[in-house]
């Protein structure tokens, strides 16, 4: 019995270690997956906080994608082409982006009023691209100080839009008119021509041919399509090469108050203003690594318009601050509009021939043109230089009179035959321009033009050989230096303060009213004042 109880005893002492162990056991290994639970958990929240991260940037960017890019701070003026990739950066530091825009489409725009005085001017003319003149001008005699509308840059407003239509393809499009900020009327150089017919020199206000010929949108009215990789192709009516050119190129960025080439637009225009802004032309623009390649034609309205066909090319490059383009151009049927005299008025009308809504005078002429620019940035300086050959030639399409040009005018009186030889005008500029501070620029602007003496069609220079102010084919310079200081004081505005003083002299200076026999150089001085607003 004793043995039994022993043995019982054994086995249950056996069993309660057994179990003991068991329980030591089930112990770890529980303690071992309550860890691993914990673990799980651990990485299964941080796998939702980045899921989350992820859903919150994806957000962001397709927010991102659906706005159009709008370079804080820079000049809408520039708005005036395509957008180009080699555009003017801005030293002010990115903001928040306040563009009026709804679903990829914007409205944007520039007001620029100031107030001016030139010591040999003329009145202010509200339909006048320029509004007075800034530049020395054949009309120019007493003294003006009062308004001087659109003096640092062209007020206009714009409508743009830009919308995926495929995957990395684009719809795009541009509308952009032009006013005079004093009196709200559209810009209208060639209207500016026609209200002074007939009247003298003296009597004169301001005027300047231009692209703008009060259409409703004088400065752009193109559409196309768009792609990264494959280029930019618009049609409609939009800036011709040169005028991107000049935009990019110029130091006081086609200001019309400080800029010779901004005031004129023959530079621009390939030799005439008018050809600044081409109708019914095609654009195709693309990049191939720092390498810009574009080209521009536009075909003619009929056979007795002007402009005739055009055709354009541009290739140019960026390397470590540093751009450069070279453009060439064939124009045809170009046209330069000038005021009719009373006689000229009263023939017109005694013929009754149609004059729209207005006739000028118009010396048509075949031009070509090559130009050189560059640019290069180091710090806080940007040097600007440029050089442009223009020939101009009697037309191979003659116009005759009646002949329809831009916004609906007529050419009243033509001249077909103006270059009997052929004139050729060279223009040069350089210039610089100091970031001072963040928010104040001082430029420093140099302008030069020379033509060459020529055998014109009124036989006023038989030889060929003059350089007096007797004629307008005598050799003749330009020279003009500008000065601005241009101050950013609150975002979206401005305000600036420079001069202008600008000669003519020999055939250059012909027919200017201040040109009297025997003086053979004329000149102004035109200090300005303005402020912009911008958005």
Request: glycine share 10%; net charge negative.
């Amino acid at each position: 019995m004793r043995k039994i109880l022993l043995s019982s005893v054994a086995v249950f002492a056996f069993a309660a270690v057994a179990h003991a162990d068991d329980l030591s056991d089930i112990q770890a290994q529980a303690k071992q997956l309550r860890e691993q639970n914990q673990t799980l958990a651990k990485r299964l929240e941080q796998n939702q906080a980045m899921m989350k991260r992820l859903a919150d940037l994806e957000k962001r960017q397709q927010k991102l994608e659906q706005q159009p890019r709008v370079a804080s701070g820079a000049n809408p003026a520039d708005a005036m082409a395509a957008d180009l990739p080699y555009k003017a950066a801005v030293k002010a530091p990115p903001s928040a982006d306040d563009s009026i825009c709804w679903h990829g489409v914007c409205v944007y725009g520039n007001f620029d009023m100031g107030v001016g005085y030139q010591n040999h001017g003329a009145p202010l003319n509200s339909q006048s691209t320029v509004g007075v003149n800034y530049l020395i001008s054949k009309q120019s005699n007493g003294s003006y100080f009062g308004a001087a509308p659109n003096a640092l840059s062209s007020s206009f407003i714009g409508l743009k839009g830009k919308q995926e239509i495929a995957d990395n393809l684009y719809a795009v499009f541009n509308l952009q008119a032009g006013f005079s900020p004093e009196s709200g009327t559209s810009s209208n150089g060639i209207g500016s021509i026609a209200q002074n017919n007939g009247l003298g020199l003296a009597a004169q206000n301001s005027f300047a041919d231009s692209s703008k010929a009060g259409q409703m949108f004088n400065n752009a009215a193109y559409a196309g399509i768009s792609s990264p990789i494959w280029g930019t192709f618009t049609y409609g009516r939009q800036s011709a090469l040169t005028s991107d050119a000049v935009v990019n190129y110029d130091p006081m960025a086609n200001s019309n108050a400080f800029s010779v080439i901004g005031f004129q637009g023959a530079t621009g225009g390939a030799g005439d203003t008018e050809n600044r802004v081409f109708d019914n032309s095609f654009e195709y623009r693309v990049n191939v690594g720092p390498v810009r390649l574009a080209v521009e034609t536009q075909l003619r309205n009929g056979g007795n318009s002007g402009t005739g066909n055009a055709f354009q090319g541009d290739v140019g490059f960026d390397y470590l601050g540093f751009s450069f383009d070279a453009l060439g151009s064939k124009v045809e049927d170009a046209i330069s509009a000038s005021t009719l005299t009373a006689a000229q008025v009263t023939a017109i009308n005694g013929l009754g021939l149609p004059q729209g809504l207005g006739a000028i005078s118009a010396t048509v002429s075949d031009n070509t043109s090559f130009m050189l620019v560059a640019k290069y940035t180091i710090g806080q300086f940007k040097v600007f230089g440029g050089y442009e050959h223009i020939n101009f030639a009697n037309p191979n399409n003659p116009l005759a009179a009646g002949a329809f040009i831009e916004g609906g005018y007529t050419a009243g009186v033509v001249n077909n035959t103006n270059f009997t030889t052929d004139k050729v005008l060279q223009v040069f500029w350089i210039g610089g321009k100091y970031a001072a501070t963040r928010d104040l620029d001082l430029t420093l602007a140099y302008y030069h033009e020379e033509q060459n003496s020529f055998i014109v069609g009124n036989g006023s220079n038989p030889t060929g050989s003059c350089n007096t102010a007797i004629s307008s084919g005598c050799s003749g310079q330009l020279d003009a230096v500008s000065f601005v200081a241009d101050w950013r004081f609150a975002k979206h505005f401005d305000s600036y303060a420079g001069i202008m003083w600008s000669q003519v002299s020999n055939g250059l200076a012909n027919g200017f009213l201040l040109a009297t026999p025997g003086v053979n150089k004329v000149s102004t001085y035109a200090p300005t004042v303005g402020m912009r607003y911008q958005f």
